[in-house]
């Protein structure tokens, strides 16, 4: 199942066409790739986790502000998101974390139905190739550039 608020007519053999509604009643997994926004920004928060029929596993592999993080802690306390993946977090520079970002980041990070990944969900091996080819040709043009 998929959801998207603007556009219509995607889905295929493979991925179904829903509303939000479909979602909350049926979905066990709920994955986010969406970019953030002041429509998204905090977006997913305690009344939307509980707008789910199930308990759910949660992962976000958009933008960490579009998830209320303190929320999601409560969520994960009650069961109602029986886990989660973070691909990202709502502030990722850990020298600037305020006083209340480094309480939840530690008690996100003594949950052991949580895994964080370093913000590459989006990496694949050709996106690797990629960065490895257009790094290499700068380099190139730097050296020949300095003859």
Known sequence: MAYDKYKTEFGNDRVGEVDLATI?????????????TAETNAWVDAHFFAQFRKNITFLNLSRGEIVVLSDLIKMLDTGKVQAAALDVLENEKFATLTEIQKSLYETLFTYNNVILSPHIGGWSVESKENIERAIFAEVCNYLISRR
């Open 24 to 36: 909350f009643a049926e979905a066990d997994i709920l994955s986010l790739h969406i970019p953030l």
